[in-house]
């Protein structure tokens, strides 16, 4: 297991943020308003870590065109919930103040959000400006595109880079990316649903569940 990596990448919602569940309720509460019924257990098993842009198109192969209206309104709910109701993942502020190794953020949220949330969470010095978000790509999670971006913007070896992902999505596009892939499963949105075994379907080196955790290397950290 790698705990000598020359780069972490984190993903933000659901890594460092309790986001998860708030984002997919606001999820479906939007597309209601246009007729699309999507209940939260759908919504984090159809778009966990991926962009709005993978709801326009999922919809659309559908043959249910979502206006462009839609993204707007998504944001404008997300940011109420999130200034009223965001946390930090528990435990994430002491991994992130002992780390010496060199880290950023990956994420399919737009840069205001991931702004916002490190912003309301007190987590945004441990950043600074290296955020990196699916609007700087091509192709968003599953695809490898982001988390090589991240690296090549890094100066590293994907192949000496740690990701630290709770979607599949994400997984997956860590592992294409050549990179190690943690799986963490201690948000909010896991509660009722076996992570662990979805995640290491998903193909992740290692999952656990506590921050914590993060450094343990003994099969009780899994």
């Known amino acids: 297991m790698m705990t000598d990596p020359d780069l972490i990448i984190f993903d933000c919602d659901g890594v460092l943020i309790d986001s998860e569940v708030l984002s997919c309720r606001c999820l479906s509460e939007v597309l209601a308003g246009y007729g699309v019924q999507l209940g939260v257990d ?3 098993d159809l778009f966990l870590g991926r962009s709005v842009t993978a ?3 999922h919809y659309e192969a559908l043959g249910h065109s979502i206006p462009e209206r839609f993204a707007a309104e998504l944001r404008a709910g997300v940011r109420a919930a999130f200034l009223s109701s965001l946390c930090p993942i528990a435990g994430v502020s002491s991994v992130l103040e002992d780390l010496r190794i060199p880290h950023c953020i990956a994420s399919s949220s737009d840069l205001d959000r991931v702004s916002l949330s490190l912003s309301l969470t007190g987590l945004a010095p441990h950043f600074g ?7 700087m790509v091509k192709r968003g999670k599953p695809a490898p595109d982001l988390f ?3 690296a090549e913007r890094m100066q ?3 192949h000496r880079t740690l990701v630290i992902e709770d979607s599949v999505s994400g997984v997956k596009a860590g592992k294409a990316a ?3 892939v943690w799986g963490f499963v201690g948000g909010s949105h896991y509660q009722s649903r076996d992570g662990k075994a979805i995640l290491r379907e998903a193909g992740a080196d290692r999952v ?3 921050m914590a955790d993060f450094w343990r290397t003994d099969r009780q950290g899994e």
């Open 42 to 44: 759908q919504a984090l």
């Open 178 to 180: 050549g990179m190690t």
């Open 208 to 210: 656990f569940e506590r």
């Open 129 to 135: 400006t290296r955020l990196y978000t699916s609007q």
């Open 156 to 158: 590293v070896d994907p």
């Open 55 to 57: 709801v326009f198109e």
């Open 148 to 150: 090589l971006y991240a």
